[in-house]
């Protein structure tokens, strides 16, 4: 079946270094994949996605490419900020379906 | 815009008694919606799909005699724990997904709620 695998974590690091958490996956034919970011205390938000192989989602300085032949979507940063603290979900949806497949999450921490 | 609140953020309860969760959609029309478990450092695992107006579709392995589903309305589907036990103590997360965006195949998440049975 599908499955969605991305780095444990937790990661922390400091303001302004570069971000990567590593996302691979798991699914036949061409599935849609995405970034959700929870911050404390909030639901999942969608944070960036990509429907084909090669796309790169983008969104708030966050970028990720669609990457088939690695089948990986790994989310990366130029410089984080103290306000990017939370946590990270990779997903993927497949054949139009709208069920979601997580990652178990990656916890973020920046220090000022 | 796009805001949906789940309610009781957490809830305590005794071993045996039934627990429901509420889930609205606060800003939008939510034909379909989502319900997650979210086991400690594990990912969300989908429960049940809800349409508003019929049944729920579970997932395998979920029983729907135990895990009670409603999507009476377009703003509001409710989540009941029944006869909980210590092992349905756990984090339960709903989404919501509007026709208007279907084919962005995006579902808006609610803030979740922690379910603790003793």
């Known amino acids: 079946g599908n499955s969605v695998t991305q780095m444990e974590g937790p990661v922390t690091l400091s303001e302004e270094a570069f971000l990567t958490i590593n996302c691979t996956y798991t699914a036949t034919g061409y599935p849609s994949l995405f970034w959700y970011v929870q911050y404390p205390g909030e639901g999942l938000q969608l944070l960036l996605k990509?429907?084909?192989?090669?796309d790169k989602g983008s969104n708030k300085g966050f970028e990720a490419t669609y990457r088939k032949e690695t089948t990986s979507f790994h989310l990366e940063k130029g410089s984080v900020q103290v306000s990017d603290s939370a946590v990270y979900f990779c997903?993927?949806?497949?054949?139009?379906?709208?069920?979601?497949?997580f990652g178990k999450g990656t916890k973020l921490t920046v220090n000022p | 815009g796009a805001v949906v609140s789940q309610h009781p953020s957490w809830v305590i309860c005794k071993s045996g008694t039934s627990v429901k969760i509420e889930c609205r959609s606060l800003?939008?029309?939510?034909?379909?919606m989502f319900w997650y478990r979210q086991f400690p450092k594990q990912s969300l695992m989908l429960m049940a799909t809800?349409?508003?107006?019929?049944?729920?579709?579970?997932e395998q392995g979920v029983e729907k005699d135990k895990f009670l589903i409603n999507h009476a309305s377009l703003t509001l589907s409710t989540l009941t724990v029944t006869s909980a036990h210590p092992e349905d103590s756990s984090f339960y997360i709903c989404?919501?997904?509007?026709?208007?965006?279907?084919?962005?195949?995006?579902?808006?998440f609610g803030p979740g709620t922690r379910l603790t049975v003793l």
């Open positions: 997903a993927l949806s497949q054949g139009g379906s709208e069920k979601l497949v």
């Open positions: 809800s349409n508003e107006g019929s049944k729920a579709t579970y």
């Open positions: 989404s919501a997904a509007t026709w208007q965006r279907r084919n962005e195949n995006e579902q808006f």
């Open positions: 990509a429907t084909k192989a090669d």
């Open positions: 800003d939008f029309q939510a034909t379909t």
